[in-house]
């Protein structure tokens, strides 16, 4: 019994030595597991770092390069695939600069002889009913495409302006529902729309180009949906709204996103049509511009909708 006991006290001595003997080298093994891990997750978690700055437009991103180890080269990697990036986003800057720049002196360059053939044009659509009936109906195409071209070269302009920044305001403290009425009365639009336009409703807006945005929104709402087109003037504690809705066939959800686009027609049939395929692009650059937007809504057919802020920003 003696034996058997001292046994298990010897034994239960070299246990604890042994315990002993392994805590420092567990607690080095751990420690060592620690550094490498944090040697091997820190370059893992520049490099996401890394890759979202990229991803938010910082195309300068680059990362340290240090050793030789696979970390590293995919470092080297990711470096090189930046600068690919940046030279590429480079190029495609500079080119869409090149071709604002080429717009806008191509539209300024058509003013003078698109105002001289206006003026000839007008001279012979004021005589086309003096003309036999192929001279007359030629005059009055003559006159009409070129009145076509000289909107698109005006819309070119307007959209260059806002290109280069240098579209401005010209804020005038006016009647909102007062304005929109004016618009539709000088273009004849009065009786082909039902209006909801309460008076008293003031805001300092560019007159100008509130009125572009309202033409636009019309127009487009009498040429391309179907009566009765409403328009709706309501105002907020914070910023004031005006919706035209037409009743037509309404647009596809995958047109939706694309209505605010520069030349973007929705029915492919209408390539060659009176308009610039500008004239919403516009409308929502006029709108942004006074600090508010311009949406679109499925609704019976399609509603637009001008939101203004009460406020100057």
Known sequence: MESLAQ??????????????????????????????????????ADLDRAARRLGEGRLETRLPVRGGDELARLAGRFNE??????????ELREMEARSRRFVADVSHELRTPLAAATAVTDVLEAGADR?????????????AEVARLTRLVD????????D??????????????TAVAACLRTRG?????????????????????????????????LRHGAPPVTLTLRAGERELTLAVADHGPGLPADVLPHVFERF???????????????????ARENALLHGGDLTVAPGPGAVFTLTLPRTRP
């Open 7 to 44: 046994a298990a006290a010897d034994e239960a001595a070299v246990l604890r030595a042994a315990q002993t003997a392994a805590a420092p080298v567990v607690l080095v093994a751990v420690l060592a597991g620690l550094l490498a891990a944090r040697g091997v997750l820190r370059p893992v």
């Open 81 to 90: 695939t930046a600068a690919a990036l940046e030279r590429s986003v480079g």
């Open 131 to 143: 003309l036999d009936a192929d001279a007359g109906t030629a005059a009055r195409m003559v006159s």
């Open 155 to 162: 819309d070119l302009m307007e959209i260059s302006r806002f």
């Open 164 to 177: 280069a920044g240098a579209a401005v305001l010209n804020l005038n403290e006016m009647d909102v529902g």
């Open 189 to 221: 639009w009065t009786g082909a729309v039902t209006a909801d336009l309460p008076e008293g409703i003031h805001l300092p807006l560019d007159p100008r180009r509130l009125d572009v945005i309202v033409a636009n929104l019309v127009g487009n709402a």
């Open 264 to 282: 973007y027609k929705a029915d492919a049939a209408r390539a060659r049509s009176e308009g610039s395929g500008l004239g919403l692009a516009i």
